[in-house]
């Protein structure tokens, strides 16, 4: 885990547990140029690792810590390679 991560964890957890990205990106905007893109987009990576979960756009939850979208096989493939 980034320290960017457990920072967005903290906040997390000192706002009761729900985290708006207006939230997340108050305080920590000044580390770049375009922060509210880039901490978006650290939300979305957090979400698609598991470590938050979307409970509607813009507001987030902890997650459960495994990846939200579990890789899938198509049916007609009988190999990797194919």
């Not at 987009?41 to 957090?46: E, I, K, Q, V």
């Not at 938050?52 to 990846?67: D, T």
Request: glycine share 10%; proline share 5%.
């Amino acid at each position: 885990m980034t320290p960017e991560q457990k920072e967005i964890l903290q906040l997390l957890h000192q706002n009761g547990g729900t985290l708006t990205k207006k939230q997340a990106v108050d305080p920590l905007d000044s580390y770049y140029c375009n922060g509210e893109k880039h901490i978006g987009d650290r939300l979305s990576r957090m979400v698609n690792a598991g470590m938050l979960k979307r409970v509607k756009p813009g507001v987030f939850e902890a997650g459960s810590g495994k990846k939200s979208t579990p890789a899938t096989i198509a049916e007609n493939q009988q190999t990797l390679f194919e």
